[in-house]
Every structure is written in C-alpha cells, then in structure tokens.
C-alpha cells in the first residue's frame, strides 16, 4: 500500500519547517557540522546541481530566461540560477525553507551591492505547494522533491509542472534501483511516523509514461550516485 491517504502533504511540509529544516539546512550548507551519512549526501546533491546547471547552460547564456524552482528548499539552485542572469521564480511548501533560501540568496548575491548594478534579479520568493503553481515559465526544475510524492500522485504533479513549463522540465528523483541502499538514510532523513513509508523512489519508466502521457519526452538523463545519494536526472521537452 503506497498510498497513505491526503495526510501525506501536512506531514512533509510539518517536517520541512521543523526538525527536517534543520537537518536540510545543514546538508544544504557549508558549516562542517554535519555526520559522514550527511557530508555524503551534500556532495551527491551539490553534483546534481552542477548537472542541471551545465543542462541549463547547453541551450546558451541564461540571461532573462524564466525558471520556476518548484521545491526550492534553501535555495542551492535558484541562487546560481539568477547570477548567471535567469529570472527565477522560487517556491517551496515550507515557509522555513524559503525564508532561509531569501536570507542565503540575499548574503550570496548582493554582498552589500545593490541589485541592479549586479546585472540580475534576486528569485522571486514565495511559500507555495507545488500543485498550486500558476503561470508560465520557459524552464520548470524540481528537484529531490518527488521522493515525497507516491508514483500514484507523481503523475498528477509532473503532469501539472509540465503544463507551466514553455520548453523545458527537469526532474531528479530517487531510483527505485536502489531501493535497498537508500534505505540506510530513509530512517534518519524522512518525515513521518513510519519513515520508511514516507520516502518513494520512483522507477525511470514510471516518469518517463507519466511525462509521454502530457506529450512530453526525455531528451537527456543522467545518474548521480554517492555512497548514499542517488538521483536520475531527466530533461523532458515536448515530444
Ligand atoms: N529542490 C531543493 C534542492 O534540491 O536543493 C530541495 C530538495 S529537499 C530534499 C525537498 C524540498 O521539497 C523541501 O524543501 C520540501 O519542503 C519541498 N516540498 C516537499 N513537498 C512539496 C510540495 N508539495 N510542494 C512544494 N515543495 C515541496
């Protein structure tokens, strides 16, 4: 039984503004109090990011291109995305999450310089569930947001991520391939009363007919892989 009903969401975003907020924060970022399990997990994700980066980069310079980051946690995406010139839309459940993306993105960007004569935009920041995002951006990224989603509700959120992305959607996701080392990080990393039913990994065919049945494609895909991180990367485009 993958499904456990509508409470799913409450727990998540509970957890995401409390004891998973410190936690991911600490990943997330550069002090060195973090255990080996935790350092391990910040260098797989830190290589996601340079993945989607370098994904971003291919089609050219990211200067006024508009990117939703749709789960934004503390900001590692969206903040290289608007140096590099993007007008990023940020947006996560947790309103923790998304303060400390602003006062990181804020300290990292303007370093006591203005905006304007930086030549980008500081992400537009807001607390917002991904299901009830609006508008239409050229680019739409979700990154390690899916693990919280069983597939029976992935289909229905990739399906509406894909409806406000112009050209592109990037995913990562944990694989169900390596369902037997991931969990060795479920019991301390996820929300929920029984943690190993809260964390959902996610076969690649499974996304793959979630994106072909909205008519979109993947057109790249990549594999990160720590110790104790793991992640498919999927570029989709409209098929
Ligand atoms: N995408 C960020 C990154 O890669 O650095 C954060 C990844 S973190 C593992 C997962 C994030 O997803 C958390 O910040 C959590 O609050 C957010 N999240 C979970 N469910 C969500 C939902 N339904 N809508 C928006 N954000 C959600």
Known sequence: AEEVGGGDKEVVKEYFNNDGFQRWRRIYGETDNVNKVQLDIRIGHSKTVENVMKMLRDEGSLKGVTVCDAGCGTGSLSIPLAREGALVSASDISAAMVAEAEKKAREEL????????????LPKFEVNDLESLSGKYDTVVCL????????????AMIAHLASLAENRLILSFAPKTFYYSLLKRIGELFPGPSKATRAYLHAEADVERALQKVGWRIRERGLITTQFYFANLVEAVRA
Request: proline share 4%.
């Open 144 to 155: 390690d947001v899916l693990i919280h989603y069983p597939q029976s509700k992935a289909d």
């Open 110 to 121: 303007l370093e006591g310089k203005d905006e304007l004569s930086q030549g980008f935009v």
